[in-house]
């Protein structure tokens, strides 16, 4: 048949191409290194003495038009005259890794098909086992963090996350962001422990101990002190969200109270009237559609304490996205916690004691105002991680996919 051709460079550096031949496996390219020397693996030396080919290896490398493609090579040996009984050493080129059945361009185009993937999807479209990609994950991707390649952090975040939906199963993520917002994961530990949070941020280089100036947590005794002992110079912060969620889940109990009561009293159609209301009351008025305000209208008709509920709710919320200072924030916070006496609203008295625990770190908030979408966005990432590798529960595995989508798009992509 006679086809279009095309010349493509290999981009592969120091070779010569022998020959190319179709095979039922895909395209094999052979070539030879055009490098005369080698590194004496004893003596370290440069060596010129060329002893022999080693048998031929074939390597996966980057498809062409969606043909798999190999290149196979005989390593070059030399022979070094300044060592003892002349020992010989194997050519090394700086395009595959001899542990490796795949050149360094094909495991890092894999590595990025990882990126917000899972192995199964990258094993099914790549026609690779979980193995061999398990292979390449090993070798590019630490298991842990490597201090070395994590510059200065100003902030760390301290979360959990539960493994499996309704199971007690928490795994809690360490993660750092710069100066510059980059952000870094720093460890996936076990369990929520204070002691196992402690143990590992005693592992911090003292470079980093003196860095940290905040810690960014949920409301956890344990976190608290396991930073507050290793971190002398961090100052504590409750993420923001996490002090929503806890107020926000008082008001959407007292809603269903009185919403179970509601159904109980009201003749059947009033009570349809109230369709809806269930989501209407979680958003804030000026995000709900005309219809979604009636409702929510008629459900404060009929329970007047929700209206208050909602009100103070969304104004506690307000007070989050103004730019205070801590002491404002204190005094409004004060003023919030007198009204909420006011209008008798007990709804809130589980976030009122979690307030008067916690209210200096919950302030600290206002100082710097940049913690929460930080934690979020990585949570958001984790969660969706959780949902594509469903049933990874090897710790080490779950740190190198998160360290792929949180870190892996910025060393992988920056690299291309
Ligand atoms: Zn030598």
């Not at 206002?366 to 949902?387: A, C, D, Q």
């Not at 996919?401 to 910025?410: E, S």
């Amino acid at each position: 048949m006679n086809q279009p051709q095309i010349q493509i460079p290999l981009d592969l550096p120091n070779v010569s191409v022998e020959k190319y031949e179709q095979t039922d496996k895909g395209l094999v390219i052979t070539v030879v290194s055009t490098r005369d020397t080698a590194v004496c693996r004893h003596c370290g030396r440069t060596i010129d003495k060329f002893h022999g080919y080693d048998k031929a290896i074939t390597l996966r490398h980057l498809p062409i038009f969606d043909r798999p493609v190999w290149i196979r090579i005989r390593p070059k040996r030399f022979q070094c005259p300044y060592c003892d009984k002349g020992p010989t050493t194997t050519q090394r080129c700086e395009w595959y890794d001899p542990k490796s059945p795949h050149t360094k361009a094909y495991e890092n185009w894999i590595l990025r098909e990882l990126v917000n993937s899972t192995l199964s999807d990258v094993s099914l479209k790549r026609h690779l086992s979980i193995g061999c990609i398990e292979g390449i994950l090993d070798r590019h991707i630490q298991r842990q963090v490597d201090w070395s390649t994590v510059p200065d952090l100003e902030l760390i975040g301290i979360d959990e996350i539960a493994l499996k939906k309704g199971h007690k199963d928490f795994v809690v993520i360490v993660s750092g962001l710069t100066a510059q917002r980059e952000k870094y994961l720093l460890a996936v530990l076990p369990d929520r422990k204070k002691e196992t949070v402690k143990a590992f941020l005693k592992t911090l280089p003292p470079r980093q101990c003196q860095s940290i100036r905040r810690v960014c947590i949920d409301m956890n005794e344990g976190y608290c002190n396991a930073a507050q002992e290793t971190l002398p110079n961090a100052q504590v912060v409750v993420d923001r969200f996490h002090v929503a969620k806890h107020y926000r889940d008082c008001a959407d109990k007292a809603r269903k109270a009185e919403m179970k009561q509601l159904k109980q009293t009201l003749p059947e159609s009033e009570y349809a009237q109230l369709k809806g209301a269930m989501w209407a009351f979680r958003k804030p008025w000026n995000r709900l559609t005309e219809e979604q305000q009636i409702v929510l209208l008629s459900l404060f008709r009929q329970a007047p304490v929700l209206k208050e509920v909602y009100v103070q709710r969304e104004v506690l919320t307000g007070l989050f996205e103004q730019n205070l200072t801590k002491a404002q924030a204190e005094q409004a916070l004060t003023q919030w916690l007198d009204r909420i006496t006011e209008l008798g609203l007990d709804c809130f008295t589980s976030f009122v004691t979690t307030l008067n625990n916690w209210r200096d770190h919950i302030t600290n908030y206002f100082i710097r105002r940049e913690t929460s979408g930080f934690v979020e966005g990585l949570n958001n990432k984790i969660k969706v991680i959780k949902r594509r590798c469903y049933g990874i529960y090897n710790l080490s595995r779950l740190f190198q996919h998160i360290w792929l989508d949180v870190q892996g798009r910025r060393t992988l992509f920056a690299e291309h």
